[in-house]
């Protein structure tokens, strides 16, 4: 329970600051005369460097360990929250976009690590429930961020929000520190949890003090839960399907929820307050359903449970967004969007990441789930950017004739479209995963279930707190009893009475030289949209940034 409440502590700070902007991009445009680029370039700015840091932070939880990996990212977190509070009291947005660029350094390797982190913990019981908590704690932060900031600025002044989100910051860097201080007496004191590779390099130092052979045993242990970056194009096509799908909800998730105050005050006539209110139960959507999902999932038996979920968050998504594309004349009100839309993003957030143990064995998960982040942080960031600019127009003629409501159509026509393509990606994703389940069930009924165990024991195994229990239970086979066998090749247990994830997962692994060079084509086409993102953030920066005197 300390282990949870410390995981959920830790994004606190981050996922404040991130909502902290959205209801004040009126306000900032009238008070140091942001455009609607620039207020897109400061929100880019913050998800720019998640493009490739989740990556490395599933890398540097693997080789740091999940503890050092923490320190750093909120460290930086705070450090760029600093920078953000001093450019907003000199009104400078370089600075402002600066410190947002700082503070994304540290935001998803933070993610990554607390998902890891809570995996890691409550892999074998209650995984769902637990993930959905930590998430729950990010996502009320969110909430009260995105419903406070306006109010805080409007009673105490525009840094208001800023000196909340820094005090913030600085408080969930104490709880790392604490979690830090307490890790190894938790880790000792779980009795399920797994051992990561840092942990057993640092206890193969320790024990080759006294003993060589053991010291040595557990080196070998360590190199085999170690990750290589190399090992990514072998995860299998399902794995690429599920990565593309992750690019489409970053372009309809969150960019929608940073623009929304904005489009609501504008497109239906109301108040910054009013605006702001509503645009804030986009987000409360996720504190009331995470738990009720992680519950379900936990729970339920059906092996495409969680696509069919998916699929459920996209319709309602997509309803969502077809109400706000209606004309406002005969809508009249942003509500209904607002209820489906919260309701959509309420629980498919969570089911993506407890996707991820079904489709890669333990070792495999926090690079898994950095991936994730990155291309969803790239679709978020490309179109972001992207959205900024439609609303400023490519026309000034047209936009001064047809006044804002032409480009927010537009911008929402484009909404409506992308989460046309996430609906159809999921259907793919779930033809994919039921055609790649008979597979492993014809597979399975062919080859029998020789060498399951061994396999299952040395994947699954798991310490009681002792030391001879570490070693008895981390060591296993030194190597696999079938060198031809694929790296990646698991088998689910005989027991159906367990969750289905990750445990009933289908067996994984690479079945020809044809399926690993499709996945190095999708690792440099996942690349080459990373570096999209880059180019178009830099350039719209180098054209449109302006500098305070210029602005005024």
Same mark, same amino acid.
């Given at each position: 329970?300390?282990?949870?409440? $410390?995981? $959920?502590?830790?994004?606190?700070?981050?996922? +404040?600051?991130?909502?902290?902007?959205?209801?004040?991009?009126?306000?900032?445009? %009238?008070?140091?005369?942001?455009?609607?680029?620039?207020?897109?370039?400061?929100?880019?700015?913050?998800?720019?460097?998640?493009?490739?840091?989740?990556?490395?932070?599933?890398?540097?939880?693997?080789?740091?360990g999940t503890t050092l990996t923490s320190i750093i990212a909120t460290g930086v977190i705070f450090f760029g929250q600093v920078l953000l509070l001093v450019g907003d009291i000199k009104g400078d947005v370089r600075l402002m976009v600066f410190g947002l660029f700082v503070f994304g350094f540290g935001v998803s390797p933070l993610a990554v690590v607390q998902e890891s982190i809570i995996v890691r913990f409550f892999k074998s019981h209650g995984l769902g429930v637990s993930m959905a908590l930590g998430l729950v704690a990010g996502k009320l932060a969110s909430f009260i961020s =995105?419903?406070?900031?306006?109010?805080? =600025?409007?009673r105490f002044g525009r840094h208001a929000p800023f000196y909340a989100s820094t005090f913030l910051a600085a408080l969930s860097l104490f709880i790392n520190l604490v979690y830090m201080a307490s890790s190894k007496w938790l880790i000792r004191g779980s009795g399920?949890?797994?051992?990561?590779?840092?942990?057993? %390099?640092?206890?193969?130092r320790r024990r080759s003090l006294y003993d060589l052979?053991?010291?040595?045993?557990?080196?070998?242990?360590?190199?085999?839960?170690?990750?290589?970056?190399?090992?990514?194009?072998?995860?299998?096509?399902?794995?690429?399907? +599920?990565?593309?799908?992750?690019?489409? $909800?970053?372009?309809?998730?969150a960019p929608f929820t940073h623009l929304a105050a904005n489009i609501f005050e504008k497109r239906y006539g109301l108040t910054e307050n009013a605006a702001s209110t509503q645009a804030s139960y986009l987000l409360i959507g996720s504190i009331l359903l995470y738990p009720v999902t992680g519950f379900m999932v936990d729970r339920m038996k059906h092996p495409q449970a969680v696509l069919r979920m998916f699929m459920l968050s996209s319709v309602l998504t997509l309803l969502? +967004?077809?109400?706000?594309?209606?004309?406002?004349?005969?809508? /009249?009100t942003p509500s209904p969007a607002v209820a489906a839309f919260a309701t959509g993003i309420g629980f498919s957030p969570l089911l993506l990441v407890v996707l991820v143990p079904q489709l890669v064995p333990f070792k495999f998960v926090s690079t898994t789930l950095g991936v994730h982040k990155s291309m969803e942080q790239t679709g978020a960031t490309i179109f972001q950017t992207i959205a900024g600019l439609v609303l400023d127009g490519a026309s000034p003629h047209r936009r001064a004739?047809?006044?804002?409501?032409?480009?927010?159509q537009k911008l929402l026509n484009v909404f409506f479209g992308f989460n046309v393509l996430q609906l159809l990606g999921i259907i793919i994703l779930s033809?994919?995963?039921? %055609?790649?389940?008979?597979?492993?069930?014809?597979?399975?009924? =062919?080859?029998?279930?020789?060498?399951?165990?061994?396999?299952?024991?040395?994947?699954?195994?798991?310490?009681?707190?002792?030391?001879?229990?570490?070693?008895?239970?981390?060591? /296993?086979?030194?190597?696999?009893?079938?060198?031809?066998?694929?790296?990646?090749?698991?088998?689910?247990?005989?027991?159906?009475?367990?969750? +289905?994830?990750p445990s009933s997962c289908p067996s994984q692994g690479v079945r020809g030289h044809s399926e690993i060079r499709r996945g190095r084509v999708f690792v440099c086409l996942c690349a080459i949209l990373v570096g999209s993102a880059w180019v178009l953030f830099l350039s719209t920066a180098w054209l449109r940034l302006r500098s305070r005197q210029q602005r005024d």
């Open positions: 329970m300390l282990a949870l409440l $410390c995981a $959920c502590s830790l994004s606190v700070g981050s996922h +404040y600051a991130s909502y902290t902007l959205g209801p004040l991009k009126s306000r900032l445009a %009238r008070e140091i005369n942001t455009s609607n680029t620039e207020f897109s370039l400061l929100i880019s700015a913050f998800s720019l460097n998640s493009t490739w840091t989740p990556l490395v932070g599933g890398l540097m939880a693997s080789k740091l =995105a419903r406070t900031s306006l109010p805080l =600025a409007e399920t949890v797994l051992l990561e590779a840092s942990e057993i %390099r640092s206890e193969a052979s053991e010291a040595q045993a557990l080196e070998k242990v360590a190199k085999k839960r170690h990750i290589r970056f190399k090992d990514i194009p072998k995860l299998g096509d399902i794995f690429w399907a +599920y990565i593309g799908l992750n690019v489409l $909800c970053g372009t309809i998730w969502g +967004y077809a109400w706000l594309v209606l004309p406002p004349a005969w809508t /009249g004739q047809k006044g804002s409501q032409y480009t927010t033809y994919l995963d039921h %055609r790649r389940r008979q597979a492993a069930e014809t597979l399975g009924n =062919a080859v029998g279930d020789e060498g399951g165990a061994e396999r299952e024991s040395e994947e699954e195994s798991t310490f009681t707190g002792g030391e001879g229990d570490i070693l008895a239970s981390e060591i /296993g086979p030194l190597s696999s009893p079938d060198p031809r066998k694929p790296l990646l090749d698991r088998r689910p247990r005989a027991d159906s009475r367990a969750s +289905y994830f």
